[in-house]
């Protein structure tokens, strides 16, 4: 949510982020309605006054002047019940469409509805050459063993299952993630896997993103796609101190998706699935640009060691207005390298939010002058999967067809190259 004072005195600024982001809002209807409520309220306002006035006045009165008085105090109460009811739903309304408005992106994110209009800013690595015919990763896991297809009678589509070695390597990537972020000085948490609808308003994924997110039936509850709906919910509320900012967490929990609109796109395999588990990089820091910087430089740092301490070739993209979402100020891409598909696929996201998402979850501290501001927020993956083991299994495949195991993993998985599932 942006600052609705600042939106009054400067809408052309926010005129243009609708149009570079591609938001469907009328602004005009918005500020129109915004002044509809200021109107409600100084009418209000000037009811509840004269309602006051009026009580005073009525036991001073002369008797014959006190009916005129009763009968003026109850045309303002009625008038006052009407006016309350319709500056509700108006304040109801105008709620909902703040919701809406995007964030401005940052002057540097290049322009465009999409994100074929994405610029390519780092690359790292070399894409391998394959001295034998490689196998893609479902070729891979089938020839090992390592998956189980019956798990679709059971759970339906889009959903996977792992055997032998292939299991064992999902759970040491969970495992190294977290002891990586622990070593950089995150706080590390394991977390529910579901949160209230005001987490998902806080976010942001809620209204736009809804149809991506599962309701669990009979509850107030939804199923999280990332862990950073709980992370960005856990000092609502709060005014923190300054000299605890800023608060870095690494949050760990399963995490689920409907895929609404993605029929036909990626399923085969275990690039688009419901289920996955991730480990989630969050900040919440003071509220200017060079504190969000530099969490954001670090968050992005954080990815690209990963990432090569899988020994994956990667690049960063530079992600467009149109296609980093509502309340990007800036964010970049990370992408891994699929030798079955010849292109790189995105594996981590770094957003920096600035105080969009700490207006909508009431993120606030008080400054070094007394003031109570909302916070800056920022996230970015620390690992997800299955979606990195269809690079690592297709990046360090094996003539035999079995697999090596990047140095870094090789101590949590106590051997070198994964082996067939008997």
Not at 390 to 404: A, I, S, T
Request: proline fraction near 7%; glycine fraction near 6%.
């Amino acid at each position: 949510m942006v600052d609705l004072k600042r939106l009054r005195q400067d809408p052309e600024t926010f005129r243009k982020a609708i149009a570079l982001k591609g938001v469907d809002l009328d602004l005009d209807a918005l500020l129109a309605l915004d002044r509809e409520v200021q109107s409600l309220k100084a009418r209000l306002q000037e009811v509840q006054t004269e309602r006051n006035r009026i009580a005073k006045e009525v036991p001073k009165a002369p008797p014959e002047a006190r009916p005129a008085l009763v009968a003026r105090g109850k045309a303002l109460a009625e008038e006052a019940k009407a006016l309350e009811e319709a500056l509700r739903e108006k304040e109801a309304r105008l709620q909902e469409l703040l919701l809406e408005v995007p964030l401005p992106p940052w002057p540097g994110a290049p322009v465009g509805p999409d994100d074929s209009a994405n610029v390519e800013i780092k690359r790292v690595g070399t894409p391998r050459e394959f001295p034998f015919p490689p196998l893609d990763h479902v070729s891979l896991m089938e020839k090992n063993g390592w998956w189980e297809p019956r798990v679709s009678k059971v759970s339906g589509s889009r959903t996977y299952a792992l055997r032998g070695d292939l299991a064992l390597y999902e759970l040491a990537l969970i495992r190294f993630a977290m002891d990586f972020m622990a070593k950089k000085g995150f706080t590390l948490l394991t977390l529910p896997s579901y949160a209230r609808e005001a987490a998902f308003i806080g976010t942001g994924h809620f209204p736009a993103a809804k149809d991506q997110v599962w309701p669990i039936a009979g509850t107030d509850f939804y199923l999280t796609g990332t862990a950073e709906v709980v992370l960005n919910a856990l000092h609502s509320g709060e005014i923190l101190k300054k000299e605890e900012l800023p608060k870095r967490y690494a949050g760990y929990a399963p995490a689920f998706r409907s895929e609404a609109g993605s029929f036909g796109k990626d399923v085969r395999g275990l690039m688009r699935v419901h289920q996955f588990h991730k480990v989630e990089q969050y900040v919440l820091t003071e509220a200017t640009l060079e504190a969000s910087d530099r969490a954001f430089g670090e968050l992005l740092q954080n990815a690209e060691e990963i990432v090569s301490l899988l020994e994956l070739p990667y690049r960063l993209l530079e992600v467009s207005t149109g296609d980093m979402g509502p309340g990007k100020w800036r964010q970049v891409d990370l992408e891994v390298w699929v030798p079955s598909e010849g292109r790189y696929r995105e594996t981590h996201s770094c957003s920096a939010l600035l105080d969009w998402q700490a207006r909508r979850a009431d993120l606030r501290y008080r400054d070094e002058e007394g003031r109570v501001r909302h916070a800056y927020t920022l996230n970015n993956t620390a690992l997800a999967t299955p979606r990195i083991l269809v690079m690592l299994l297709e990046n360090h495949q094996l003539p035999d067809g079995r697999v090596r195991v990047p140095e870094a993993l090789v101590p949590y998985m106590g051997k070198e190259v994964l082996e067939p599932c008997e």
